[in-house]
T-cell receptor
Framework: QKEVEQDPGPLSVPEGAIVSLNCTYSNSAFQYFMWYRQYSRKGPELLMYTYSSGNKEDGRFTAQVDKSSKYISLFIRDSQPSDSATYLCAMSFGSRLTFGEGTQLTVNP | DSGVTQTPKHLITATGQRVTLRCSPR?????VYWYQQSLDQGLQFLIQYYNGEERAKGNILERFSAQQFPDLHSELNLSSLELGDSALYFC?????????????FGPGTRLTVT
């Protein structure tokens, strides 16, 4: 069993939709939770990171962590075609970072 | 632009050869991480250096080695290359060597082994 599970998609939504991306994990020692966006095999770009359970908002993006369920989510409001990319969740314990497989998202105009 | 630079952008070489990939971390970052991303796998952590010292090892093959120099740039050496080594190689950097929560990635080096 992988430590971090992420549905690879692909996920296709119309412009303006609310997108929900999710990851589950098995290692309760994970301390920080991150979301990265990767455009067509470019370098992953850090979107947000959170430490504790709860929500963190940044513009159209909201990251949610539920440590009791070992479940994290990224919500994208008012999705735009420019949001089309692969979204990777990542979790860290100490200096070790573990990535999910990534979810491929397409936002259609 | 993350501030992390990697050279070269593309590399095409033959099986059995040796190549060196170079990375310069963001200004102020002391940790450098190397990752491999192939088509059929996600991001695989290879190795981490912190202020010149090896800090953590992941799924790095014995044919691969890395080092971090006093000016904090890092090099990843890949030898006896095989077709399966064709992949994107990313370098990332962060301030801390003990906890990672803000890790910034470079643009990557695309390696093709023919």
């Amino acid at each position: 069993q992988k430590e971090v599970e992420q549905d690879p998609g692909p996920l296709s939504v119309p412009e303006g939709a609310i997108v929900s991306l999710n990851c589950t994990y098995s290692n309760s020692a994970f301390q920080y939770f991150m979301w990265y966006r990767q455009y067509s095999r470019k370098g992953p770009e850090l979107l947000m990171y959170t430490y504790s359970s709860g929500n963190k908002e940044d513009g159209r993006f909201t990251a949610q962590v539920d440590k009791s369920s070992k479940y994290i989510s990224l919500f994208i409001r008012d999705s735009q075609p420019s949001d089309s990319a692969t979204y990777l969740c990542a979790m860290s314990f100490g200096s070790r970072l573990t990535f999910g497989e990534g979810t491929q998202l397409t936002v259609n105009p | 632009d993350s501030g992390v630079t990697q050279t070269p952008k593309h590399l095409i070489t033959a099986t059995g050869q040796r190549v060196t990939l170079r990375c310069s971390p963001r200004s102020g970052d002391l940790s450098v991480y190397w990752y491999q991303q192939s088509l059929d796998q996600g991001l695989q952590f290879l190795i981490q250096y912190y202020n010149g010292e090896e800090r953590a090892k992941g799924n790095i093959l014995e044919r691969f080695s890395a080092q971090q120099f006093p000016d904090l740039h890092s090099e990843l050496n890949l030898s006896s290359l095989e077709l399966g080594d064709s992949a994107l190689y990313f370098c990332a950097s962060s301030i801390s060597g003990s906890y990672v929560y803000e890790q910034y990635f470079g643009p990557g080096t695309r390696l093709t082994v023919t």
